[in-house]
């Protein structure tokens, strides 16, 4: 009987060691942070945002000359407004979209609280969506060569935007 318990307690062993083995790892540690321009994530390619998003509607987002509305700088597609994740190494690393600067919505999340948009490229055209994965109701903004074209979000965006595209 002996015997016969200590096969049964290797085999036991053996089998916890095996789905030990199998089973999936352990979830990915995950940390966060916020960013207030796409650029600064890691794995996304770019050196500066060219569309700026601001917190407040373009009259109240500039006085004396100076901006005092909050914004975010975005370059390129972006999918959601919520932020992007990405592994570093093993760890799952999440950025969060915020507005930063200027004292009206510094630091209020991005995803449905912009106002107005600045497309601050000489040649990019966007386009910003109601939805993310670039769905819904959306609003064209052309470049102007050198300048910056900043418009409002039209009422169905205005405070519901979630993503944007190259257009």
């Known amino acids: 009987m002996n ?19 199998m089973s999936p790892a352990a979830a990915a540690h995950t940390a966060p942070g916020t960013v207030s321009d796409n650029c600064d994530v890691p794995w996304i390619n770019c050196t500066e945002g060219d569309l700026w998003l601001f917190y407040n509607s373009k009259e109240l987002a500039v006085k004396d000359g100076m901006y005092v509305s909050a914004a ?5 597609n972006v999918n959601n407004y919520e932020g992007s994740s990405g592994y570093q190494g093993s760890t799952l690393v999440t950025y969060r ?24 490229a000489a040649a990019d055209n966007y386009r910003v969506y109601y939805n993310s994965g670039y769905g819904g109701t959306s609003q064209y903004i052309g470049a102007v060569g050198w300048g910056c074209n900043w418009v409002n ?7 519901n935007n979630a993503s944007q595209h190259f257009a």
């Not at 016969?4 to 030990?20: E, H, I, K, M, P």
């Not at 975010?72 to 390129?76: D, I, S």
């Not at 979000?153 to 405070?159: G, P, R, T």
Request: charged share 15%; hydrophobic share 50%; glycine share 10%.
């Open 3 to 21: 015997n016969l318990t200590r096969r049964a307690g290797t085999a036991l062993a053996v089998t916890a060691a095996a789905l030990a083995l």
């Open 72 to 76: 975010a700088r975005f370059w390129g």
């Open 97 to 120: 979209y915020v507005f930063d600067g200027a004292a009206n919505g510094h630091g209020q999340y991005v995803k449905n609280n912009a106002a107005s948009v600045e497309n601050c």
């Open 153 to 159: 979000l039209i009422s169905a965006l205005k405070n």
